[in-house]
């Protein structure tokens, strides 16, 4: 069984920076690719970006050139470094882990989820 905690959520101001982190622990971490998708209130779940085991990444449109995924295998974690933050990037955000191949763009492509953490910029 895989089970992944996310933290570094809080509140920052239009602007600021946040980092989050996500630990694994039940698999081989480094063999599988790690995603971060977010839930704003009263809306649909997001694809956000994801990592291969191979290090490439893809980014959603909303975030490209500002958010950053990089993962330290060594610590079983992944990282989601967020800049230039805005008001709508405020939101749930989760990691999940994907066993599968693929695009890897979609929520029902990853096996196990975090417990997410929240998010809020303020304008």
């Known amino acids: 069984q895989v089970q992944l905690v996310e933290s570094g959520g809080g509140l920052v101001q239009a ?4 980092r989050l982190s996500c630990a694994a622990s039940g698999r081989t971490f480094s063999s599988y690719a ?3 998708f ?3 209130a009263g809306k649909e779940s997001e694809f956000v970006g994801r990592i291969r085991w ?3 990444t893809a980014y959603a449109d909303s975030v490209k050139g500002r958010f950053t995924i990089s993962r330290d295998n060594a ?3 992944t ?3 967020m800049n230039s933050m805005k008001p709508e990037d405020t939101a749930i955000y989760y990691c999940a882990l994907s066993t599968r191949g693929g695009i890897l763009v979609r929520h029902e492509e990853y096996d196990y989820w975090g417990q997410g953490t929240q ?3 303020s304008s």
């Open 38 to 40: 977010r839930q704003a």
């Open 119 to 121: 998010v809020t910029v």
């Open 15 to 18: 602007g600021g920076s946040l």
């Open 34 to 36: 790690m995603g971060w």
């Open 75 to 77: 610590k079983n974690t």
């Open 54 to 56: 191979s290090r490439t």
């Open 79 to 81: 990282y989601l470094q």
